[in-house]
């Protein structure tokens, strides 16, 4: 079966109206919305149910974790619900009565819906997972092929996903707003996908490639459709994921051929922000666009004067006022993110429940800080078991991991415990957003290496990099020669 997934189902008896018995099809007669359902090991008592800033709803769970609530008043369209550290989409419209049910342990993987509306947002979970582990197995695969056979393997995919809807829209009666977002779930992932395979194509082939003779003629034809203003799919993951790569390759096709090009190029990054201001007229996201762009700027940057440059032209641009203050203060934390520099000290939580600082876990020459969140759970395995072999060879460096979680305590000391880890290398953060941003966690593979001083080594190691390994040889060298001429002296 090319889509396949383990499905729930769920009954809740306490449901004074039918829900088995409505579809997708059923004659829409109410204009409020019934949703519910149950969470299975709940890492909360309650869900958020929110869209931007115009609406947040908090619902909360009752002593069997079920939940059901009535929503009047609310613009049709794609919602998010998050019960922390995780969250989803949801299609609501008028008349819909859907229930959910999900286990934590397998968050995407279990979530079911049941009821009036069911039908279009199990659909739009399906495309969900399936996108990801199409792009999953491209990524492993690094672009080789030519520009010929990966558009005809990739249009055969899609052709898969167009007999799914078709057969979909064909066998029930769906809404103009929820059949544009089932077909929209799968077409932009596809047209991302090209647009990564060029921008991947390109960066290999800087000074000799012309896209015109290269790819087919047909190729970028998707573009001609595209709307960069479309209120419906401004939430849904596929358009946001096909806009970042669009204009990275716009902005890259205007500087590909100097011999100086860099994608972290000052005149690069501001070329991308006014191509995107340019382009895009709807607030929401225009600024979520500008804020990526600048985000990633600012992270891979080591200079702090472009980067407030960057961060000064981001500024004139945006009407976010909320992302501005978020992106000063990033500059401003990673600029005190320097080599020699001490670490910000944070309030940490061990394995047994003391209290304890960041400061005072640096007993060995060299110290890896390493992060994870029980939300990626292929990631925190495989981080713990890179640095577990690590310490066996390195035992002059300690590797202690921390949970970036917020309110999820209960669940990081049963992971830890069922994970048999050495837990007293296990800390989670008291405050998790403070210390996040102060340590300007962003991305997962994310290591901070310091002395036994406190000092910075680097603050932006990869745990997963080529090279993570000659860097850790290398500090051991130089932390063990400190060591001998302090002994000396």
Known sequence: MYFFRIKYFIYISTIGFCLSSCDSSTEVTNEHIYFGGEIVNPNADYIVLFKDEDFQDTIYLDKNNRFLHKIEDIKEGLYSFRHNPEYQLILLEKGDSILMRLNTLEFDESLVFTGRGARKNNFLIDMFLQNEIERNQLQKRKFKKSPKFFKKEQDSLLDLRVKRFDHLTNKYELSDLSKKLCRSSFEYDFFSRYELYLYKYQYHRIKNLDPAKEFSQGFFDYRKEVNFNDDDLMRLYSYNRFLNHYFTNSSYTKYMNK???????????????????????????KNNLLRGITTNFILDNKNDYTSQKVLNHYLSISTDKKVQKELVKLAKATARLKPNNIIPDQDLISSNGEMAKLSSLFEKPVTALYFWSIERKDHYIEAHKKTDHLSKIYPEIDFIAINTDDEQTDNWLKTIKRHNYDLSNEYEFKFPKCSS???VIHYSNKVILVNQEGKIINP??????????????????MASIEKQKTVLD
Do not use: G, P
């Open 437 to 439: 941003d102060e340590l």
């Open 460 to 477: 932006n190691a990869d745990l997963f990099s080529s090279i993570f390994e000659k860097q850790l040889m290398s500090y051991s060298r």
């Open 259 to 285: 011999k100086s090009f860099s994608k972290s190029k000052v005149e690069y990054t501001m070329y991308k922000l006014d191509l995107v201001d340019s382009l895009i007229n709807h607030s929401y996201i």
